[in-house]
């Protein structure tokens, strides 16, 4: 008996040795795209480090051996994701509070495993776990191959018994080393959106991020590039990684530079009053972070996003959009039936696709007349349009064009029925006033009634003129203030609950009107990002449609987003928001880079000028897939002098259509150069110069080897402010 207890006794003690050995031996992760890779290292200590993103570096186990000279009692090491408290104390991705009042979690490897959830596409889910709680984190990490881009998001689980609260659950974290970090981000208000900045991050930490809860965009957008090894921005050379996050709410990017000069960036959902509590069994999963990586300067890493976002994110894959004539600066709230079937003819005439009509169609006992009143009521106002919604879709379908209507289903004016019906809706703080914004409230999507309620505003809109309504444009005027859920229990949920009703309502839209194109407009630019994209055909990209201010917005949006998501329009002048006049030309050079519309009262336009539309519609027909679908090259960035230029090139570089624009006179002397980088060398192209009987450039209809053309350039003749071009080029 003795004999047999010793034997099991030896035999535990043999097992317990080898398992921790197998726990301190070290192994190695690669999570790898066809040019890129991350590489993770399970230390000895069971901690997941954060080794490498770049190009990819060989045989993982290499590392192995890999000395950081940094003394092992320090802690400082780059973990894939550090959690506070433990050795841990940097900015950290994951802090949480336990029932006992620990506030330290220390999550260390328990194993992982590789996928392929489709073709092309490679998933490793890796989990960690801390010994004491019990929590449990999947770190997943996709990894697109063709388009270079790995996606990351994390799922905490409270495996342990109390509840816990998770104050801090960033979607990604990784670790970069390099002499400088040249970061690239994109701030903006209303009507400026999306402005481009660039700063050498220094010592210390930066933060881009939103607290407004329901607009990401009209502060910063959840996006980035990092420029390395260089002060220079640089469209064609050097190392480039951009980030997107996949999120329509609150967002935090930490960039945190520690005093061995590595750079931490953590991402993901803003911790900012967003104390967020697990039960027990359950679990939240953080968006998506997408990355990518580039050896080839930004213009490379942009177009990664876009083939990325074009296959896997973006609702419309891309499809192509129809032009269109919006009401609302052509006639605001001001419209009877007539004058939109007139918008209708003119709009046809000139060879546009849809018509949207815009806000101030509905309201009865509060008719939508201006902005203070009837928003939440949907009924038709049958004062402006008694023949109804069908009657203007059939029109419209008549004369071969699309028919669309604006929402904004999230929103209330204190004035209108359903505010009075429905105040619990609202969101507030108890005791505190609720604030208006353009004179309206916001409604909890908190609350599974007002998703209901939502999801109706649409639905019932188009029951309006059953399946006679191509276009939705979704509005969203306001952001939040006061926070407060009548239905939420734990106020702290606020932020999230409510992105997540959203994509809960837009997720039983899609399924039952897969088809509609639907437009995320917020006061304009507000809600830009990869995660309304995930549902949203296109973004109303600003009320700005001035064309010297769209340069700007639209250079940096489609830094980011493909300009098949960016909806693009020519309005009147002097510009309604900002007074400039810009001819129609040079506004229709710098719409037709995007999603062109107009928006406008046709029957203000001269003769001429509605001749001039006509043409200018049909040669953008001609490129619009090279926009939608193409690549782009930015050729010359307005930031840098008088002039701006860019290009969009078809995948087997057989066509591409050039844009160029003077945004500034600096003398007869400055002339651009614009060299046509994305061209193929050895085939050859002819040039044809559009919308114009007087060409710019002195070799238009002529034939230029790729060669030439990438090294020579063009030259145009674009010397005095707001003089433009467009050129197609065709390989012969
Ligand atoms: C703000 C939008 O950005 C505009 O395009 C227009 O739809 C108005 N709202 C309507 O109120």
């Known amino acids: ?25 070290k192994l190695f992760i690669s999570i790898n795209t066809e040019n890129t890779s991350i590489v993770l290292e399970k230390n000895d200590t069971g901690d997941l480090m954060f080794m490498h993103y770049g190009l990819p570096t060989g045989d993982a186990s290499q590392y192995g051996n890999y000395n950081s000279y940094r003394r092992v009692d320090y802690g400082t090491d780059p973990m894939a994701y550090p ?29 992982h495993k590789t996928s392929v959830p489709q073709k092309g596409v490679e998933q490793t889910d890796i989990i960690l776990r801390d010994p004491k709680t019990a929590l449990e984190v999947t770190l997943t990490y996709t990894a697109y191959q063709k388009e270079d881009v790995i996606t990351a998001h994390t799922e905490i689980t409270n495996k342990g018994g109390k509840t816990v609260t998770l104050e801090n659950y960033a979607s990604s974290c990784i670790n970069l080393k390099a002499g400088k970090y040249l970061l690239t981000h994109f701030h903006g208000a209303w009507a400026g959106e999306m402005q481009t900045e660039h700063e050498q991050l220094t010592h210390g930490t930066k933060i881009i991020d939103n607290k407004m809860g329901v607009r990401t965009t009209h502060t910063e957008n959840p996006s980035f590039m990092l420029s390395l090894d260089t002060e220079d921005f640089d469209e064609n050379h050097g190392e480039v990684i951009a980030g997107a996050l996949v999120w329509s709410g609150n967002y935090k990017m930490s960039f945190q530079i520690d005093e061995f000069d590595r750079l931490n960036i953590i991402s993901g959902i803003n911790p900012h009053a967003c104390a967020y509590p697990l039960k027990k069994g359950e679990s939240f999963i953080t968006p998506d972070m997408i990355w990518t990586y580039s050896c080839a300067g930004a213009g490379q890493a942009s177009r990664n996003l876009h083939d990325w976002a074009r296959k896997y994110d973006l609702y419309s894959h891309g499809r192509m959009a129809p032009t269109l004539l919006n009401s ?31 806000d101030g169609w509905f309201g009865t006992d509060y008719p939508r007349n201006s902005s203070r009143q009837g928003l939440g009521d949907w009924q038709l106002n049958t004062k402006k349009i008694p023949e109804g919604i069908e009657y203007l879709a059939d029109y419209a379908h008549k004369k071969g064009l699309k028919f669309g209507i604006w929402i904004e289903p999230e929103m209330v004016n204190p004035k209108s029925n359903l505010a009075k019906k429905h105040p619990e809706w609202i969101v507030k703080s108890p005791g505190r006033e609720a604030t208006t914004t353009r004179n309206q409230w916001l409604l909890d999507l908190c609350n599974p009634e007002v998703q209901d309620f939502v999801f109706n505003v649409f639905d019932e809109t188009m029951q309006l003129a059953v399946n006679k309504i191509d276009y939705i444009k979704w509005d969203c005027n306001r952001h939040v203030e006061s926070f407060g859920s009548s239905f939420l229990r734990e106020q702290s949920k606020f932020y999230v609950d409510y992105i997540q009703g959203l994509y809960s309502v837009l997720k ?36 700005n449609t001035e064309g010297l201010s769209r340069v700007f917005i639209q250079y ?25 006049v810009t001819p129609l030309k040079f506004r229709f050079d710098i719409a037709s880079a995007g999603r062109l519309g107009m928006e406008l009262q046709p029957k203000k336009m001269s003769a001429d000028d509605r001749a001039y539309a006509q043409r200018a519609i049909a040669s953008y027909k001609r490129f619009r897939d090279l ?87 063009i030259n145009p003749q674009l010397v005095k402010i707001y003089d433009s071009g467009i050129w197609y080029l065709e390989a012969k």
């Open 328 to 358: 609302w600066e052509g006639a605001y709230f001001d419209f009877t039936t007539p004058v939109l079937t007139g918008m209708i003819d003119d709009a046809a005439a000139m060879g546009l696709e849809m018509f949207v009509l815009d």
């Open 1 to 25: 008996m003795i004999h047999h207890i010793r034997l099991l006794i030896f035999i535990f003690i043999a097992f317990a040795l080898s398992l921790s050995a197998r726990a301190a031996e």
């Open 556 to 580: 940096g949006t489609n830094m980011i987003y493909p300009a098949c998501t960016t909806g693009s329009h020519v309005s009147d002048v002097p510009n309604h928001q900002t007074n400039n």
């Open 508 to 543: 039983r839209l899609r399924a039952k009107y897969p088809d509609v194109i639907v437009q995320s407009c917020s006061s304009g630019g507000g809600r830009v990002d990869y995660g309304a994209l995930n549902y949203f055909d296109e973004v109303w990209t600003s009320d």
């Open 627 to 713: 926009v939608e679908q193409g690549d782009l090259y930015r050729l010359v960035s307005p930031y840098d002098g008088d002039h701006y230029a860019l290009m969009y090139v078809s995948k087997d570089k057989t066509r591409a259509v050039v844009f160029a624009y003077c945004i500034k006179y600096q003398g007869r002397a400055r002339k651009p150069l614009i060299r046509l980088y994305g061209l193929d060398k050895d085939k050859s192209y002819s040039i044809t110069e559009l919308n114009t009987d007087t060409p710019s450039f002195w070799g238009d209809g002529q034939t230029f080897s790729g060669q030439w053309l990438i090294n020579q350039g």
């Open 83 to 111: 959690a506070r408290g433990g050795r841990y104390y940097n900015e950290p991705a994951l802090s949480v509070k336990y029932a006992d009042t620990d506030a330290n979690t220390e999550l260390k490897y328990v194993s």
